[in-house]
């Protein structure tokens, strides 16, 4: 069974502090990604990298900042966390493939900034 | 415009009844088709794929793929109340690129 494990559940975080948000993935999957979802708005891409040490803006990437040192372990960084990134984040793996980037998600962290 | 649309529901419907998800998509490069179950508190987790064109079935779940309409559907049969849960439609062009998402239909499912 694909795992895709998040750091936290829930996360309360102020105005202001650097917040890491850690996802790993127990499949030697190639391809990692992040997402926020919010009400009215679906899933929206973040950051995603295929490959160690690589990372690729996706549509929102204003914000935020990633790393993957390991190829298991991708993580979400908010240099400097505001109440607007209050939301639910996502990871997600998934092998390189042509076209059947199924992905496998994490249970998701639930981010609130006061 | 969007490149996939998909209606955010809610929809409600009672047990045993035969629902209709759709999407459609503006990109026609778009080769490779979706869904995606969500339920509360839990991330997506993949319900169907399909390739190109066509039907494909799995149990109750029937997912359909009219690339000249741009348009994709999922259907499910005798709808149960576990079905109750939010459906994303999501898909990509061939070649390593990230899905592009629907925003997800709110399913409930009334016994």
């Known amino acids: 069974d694909v795992k895709v494990t998040q750091s936290s559940r829930y996360l309360v975080k102020r105005t202001g502090e650097k917040v890491f948000l850690e996802c790993v993935q127990d499949?030697?999957?190639?391809?990692m990604f992040w997402y926020r979802q919010d009400p009215g708005l679906g899933l929206r891409l973040i950051y995603f990298?295929?490959?160690?040490?690589?990372?690729e803006k996706g549509d929102i990437p204003e914000g935020y900042s990633v790393s993957r040192e390991k190829k298991e372990r991708f993580s979400l960084i908010l240099e400097s966390a505001s109440t607007n990134q209050t939301s639910m984040y996502l990871c997600?793996?998934?092998?390189?493939?042509?076209?059947?980037?199924?992905?496998?998600f994490g249970p998701g962290t639930r981010l609130t900034v006061l | 415009q969007k490149e996939v649309e998909q209606d955010p529901g809610p929809l409600s419907v009672p047990e045993g009844a035969i629902v209709s998800l759709n999407c459609t998509y503006s990109n026609s490069a778009f080769q490779y088709f979706m869904w995606y179950r969500q339920y509360s508190r839990k991330g997506p987790e993949l319900l169907m794929y399909?390739?190109?064109?066509g039907n494909k079935e799995d149990g109750r779940f029937t997912a359909q793929v009219d690339k000249s309409s741009k348009y994709i559907s999922l259907f499910i049969r005798d709808s149960q109340p576990s079905d109750s849960a939010t459906y994303l439609c999501?898909?990509?062009?061939?070649?390593?690129?990230?899905?592009?998402f629907g925003k997800g239909t709110r399913l409930s499912v009334i016994a």
């Open positions: 990298s295929y490959d160690v040490k690589m990372k």
């Open positions: 499949m030697d999957h190639e391809n």
């Open positions: 399909t390739y190109s064109s």
């Open positions: 997600a793996s998934s092998k390189a493939s042509r076209g059947t980037d199924t992905q496998y």
């Open positions: 999501a898909m990509t062009t061939a070649g390593n690129t990230p899905l592009v």
